[in-house]
């Protein structure tokens, strides 16, 4: 995902689970899946849509001060309404392991299609942009005589200043 920053995908998912699942902002929800998008976001260099970490919820929920029971139910929450996707391997004797595959899901793909297809991208912002050029001589002639205009207006107005005082003291 040329770019994109963490903090842009961040600050819009934020914004976005509020519009799009409402119910998941009354519990810590976003949060999980903020540190889920964060842990995922070096491996994979910044591209989510082929990002995945394997944890395990008790370290999901260690990392945010949480239960391991609370996480879970969070977990399934997300996954329910589509902003991650899981998987647990069996061990041979058919049980879970304790280590999760995270992977985001069409809720998030969604919003990163959104993201990098905004027209805010589109527009080629440089560094040195023709505003941010050095000013001309004559540019500065000009705001230096401003700035001499505004100061002597501003010393003859505190100049009148104690006179003003004096009458309203009478």
């Keep these: 995902m ?4 963490l903090d842009t995908v961040i600050s819009s998912l934020f914004f976005h689970i509020e ?33 995945r970490i394997r944890a395990s919820q008790a370290a999901l929920a260690d990392d945010l001060d949480l239960t391991r029971e609370w996480t879970n139910k969070l977990i399934k929450k997300l996954r329910d309404a589509g902003w991650i996707k899981t998987y647990a391997p069996r061990k041979p004797n058919g049980k879970y392991q304790e280590i999760t595959i995270f992977q985001i899901g069409n809720q998030l793909k969604r919003l990163l299609k959104k993201l990098l297809n ?17 000013p001309t001589k004559e540019q500065v002639e000009k705001n230096i005589t401003f700035l001499r205009n505004l100061q002597h207006k ?4 505190l100049a009148m200043q ?5 009458k309203r003291r009478l």
């Design 2 to 5: 040329p770019n994109l920053s």
């Design 19 to 51: 519009q799009w699942t409402p119910a998941l902002t009354r519990n810590h929800s976003p949060y999980l899946l903020r540190h889920i998008l964060s842990k995922m976001w070096f491996p994979c260099h910044g591209n989510l849509f082929n990002g």
């Design 118 to 134: 905004s027209k805010q991208r589109s527009k080629n912002y440089s560094v040195n942009s023709q505003t941010q050029l050095i």
């Design 154 to 157: 501003l010393g003859e107005q």
């Design 162 to 166: 104690p006179a003003i005082d004096k």
